[in-house]
């Protein structure tokens, strides 16, 4: 086989889940620059990585653009799976990310992404709830953490959003966010207590837990500006999801790499971020620890997952038929 026909079906196989690279980096610059903020260390770390971020998500979307144009079929393939639709949304909230990172330092350009990727998620919002509600086919085993990546994005809104000047249009969606967060987490544990366990490869995906109640977390400190009994509520939820997984560490270290390695990087990057508002907001040793063990472990798993992802694809593991 020609080098010309590899590389095209390498293009053709190219999966949109690879925006959850995006999550992870833009995750982990938003953490250092929380954490630049608060303890005063260079803001260098922050700005390299919020330019990487910014790299990658141009690569990646152009990739995909390139995709949908020669391979509209195969683009549509994954609009129709089951699990692969999930990560459509990792687009829009690349961009949200990129706008709630870059909100300091290109306050007009931030403000345009925040706005793109606003209204980029809720037409992929209303296109996943009508493919569940309208397709037959979807059966309980399908059901895995990744599909609460649409409901996060709802709630990631009210993050830049307020600070945009959008309090109605962030409470909205911070509103369809928490509400399809609790009717899919109630879906997801039915999937995984009463039925076949995850496969390998989605078993990753489990770290999503914790994003929805961090993020959540988040965006109600920003539209109340207080740390409430609601707030409370969110943040040691978040924070119990993150104690939990960490005790499952040792069997998901023996499974191969894949792409979902990446579920691990967003939710342990959003854990860290809410330990520093809390710091912020309450002060306290303790907070204080758990933001600089999670940066610390989110910064290590970030860089593990930027090696493995380098290794397997130059080992012509990505982008292959499954």
């Not at 870059?102 to 992404?113: E, L, T």
């Not at 879906?187 to 490869?201: G, I, M, S, T």
């Not at 990057?269 to 040793?285: C, E």
Request: charge should be positive; glycine fraction near 6%.
């Amino acid at each position: 086989m020609s080098e010309t026909t590899i590389e095209t079906n390498r293009l053709r196989e190219f999966p949109v889940s690879f925006f959850a690279m995006v999550m992870g980096l833009a995750g982990l610059t938003i953490a250092w620059e929380k954490t630049a903020a608060i303890t005063g260390v260079s803001a260098a770390i922050g700005h390299g990585l919020l330019w990487v971020t910014l790299g990658l998500f141009v690569v990646l979307a152009t990739l995909y653009a390139i995709k949908l144009v020669r391979y509209p079929d195969a683009v549509r393939a994954e609009l129709s799976h089951p699990v692969k639709l999930a990560f459509f949304p990792a687009i829009s909230i690349g961009l949200l990310l990129l706008s709630i990172a870059g909100q300091h330092h290109a306050p007009v350009v931030a403000a345009a992404a925040w706005r793109l990727g606003t209204a980029l998620h809720f037409v992929l919002m209303l296109y996943i709830l009508n493919s569940w509600v309208n397709h037959p086919h979807y059966k309980i085993v399908h059901i895995n953490p990744a599909w609460f990546i649409p409901a996060v994005g709802n709630v990631l809104v009210p993050i830049a959003g307020v600070g945009f000047g959008y309090h109605e249009i962030s409470w909205f969606f911070f509103s369809i966010g928490m509400l399809f967060w609790v009717v899919l987490l109630t879906l997801v544990f039915n999937r995984v207590l009463f039925h076949d366990p995850l496969p390998a490869k989605l078993e990753p995906t489990l770290f999503i837990l914790i994003a929805p109640p961090a993020v959540g977390f988040l965006s109600w400190i920003k539209l109340t500006g207080a740390v409430d009994e609601v707030a409370r509520v969110l943040y040691y939820l978040a924070l119990f999801f993150s104690l939990f997984l960490l005790t499952q560490v040792k069997r998901l270290a023996r499974l191969p790499f894949f792409l979902s390695w990446w579920a691990y990087s967003f939710p342990l990057a959003a854990i860290t971020i809410a330990s520093w508002v809390m710091y912020q907001q309450l002060g306290g040793i303790v907070f204080r620890g758990l933001a600089l063990f999670f940066l610390t472990l989110v910064t290590l798993v970030v860089a593990l997952l930027l090696l493995k992802t380098a290794q397997a694809a130059s080992a012509g593991k990505i982008c292959v038929p499954e």
